[in-house]
């Protein structure tokens, strides 16, 4: 059964203070893994793909790599706007073809 | 304007009552999703149409029910609203499945009390 599992569920950092979220999965040939970025109240809001393993993106802090089994989204010198809950997903090449997100990490920069 | 816009964006109902969530796109994707969004349980799939003539069961569908009126269009009916259904709705939209993005509503907050 295909899963995703990301930790922690909650970080809190210092503004500045760099850190990694995590996320695991198990998926029957991954077609992509995608991160989101979700804001209280608001639809998830897209930030990167990647598709096979060894593949890193770049967005202005973040930085999202992968390998065969994880990946990683690097937070270096956050800001108290990069506050924000990230979700992770991934596609499997199942026959519904479906995304299945992980829970997500609550992240909070304090100032 | 947004890609994925949904309607109501806020609404209280009584148990018992039917409601309906409605979404429209302007992505021009053939695929279209209906997630529910509960603290602690992430985003969990209810239905999804890949066309208009195709609508399949997510993982929660029970007690919901979908139509697809045209490529842009995917509603969601709650036939009979009972307090757990009190969630977070999201319509999303993908160009493929599984190896594209989807791109999201700005979601429902429903009420039942």
């Known amino acids: 059964e295909d899963q995703v599992t990301q930790s922690p569920e909650a970080l809190r950092l210092q503004e500045g203070e760099s850190s990694s979220l995590n996320c695991s999965y198990t998926?029957?040939?991954?077609?992509?893994l995608f991160w989101y970025r979700q804001d209280p109240g608001k639809g998830p809001e897209f930030l990167f793909t990647?598709?096979?393993a060894g593949e890193e993106k770049e967005k202005e802090r973040l930085k999202a790599t992968l390998t065969k089994k994880e990946s990683f989204l690097h937070i270096t010198a956050p800001k108290p706007e990069d506050s924000a809950t990230y979700l992770c997903?991934?596609?499997?090449?199942?026959?519904?073809?479906?995304?299945?997100f992980g829970t997500g990490t609550l992240l909070a920069v304090q100032p | 304007d947004a890609d994925v816009t949904q309607t109501p964006r806020n609404r209280i109902t009584k148990t018992g009552k039917r409601i309906m969530l409605e979404c429209s796109q302007t992505k021009g994707h053939d695929r279209m999703y209906w997630y529910r969004q509960d603290p602690g349980l992430g985003l969990r799939l209810i239905y999804y149409s890949f066309d208009v003539k195709d609508i399949n069961k997510g993982e929660i569908s029970d007690g919901y029910s979908v139509s697809r009126q045209a490529q842009a269009k995917f509603s969601l009916s709650l036939e009979s609203a009972i307090p757990n259904q009190t969630a977070l709705y999201f319509c999303?939209?993908?160009?493929?499945?599984?190896?594209?993005?989807?791109?999201f509503g700005q979601g429902t907050r429903l009420t039942v009390v």
């Open positions: 999303a939209t993908s160009e493929t499945g599984g190896r594209t993005e989807a791109f």
């Open positions: 997903a991934v596609g499997g090449s199942g026959a519904t073809n479906k995304l299945i």
């Open positions: 998926v029957s040939g991954l077609r992509g």
């Open positions: 990647l598709y096979s």
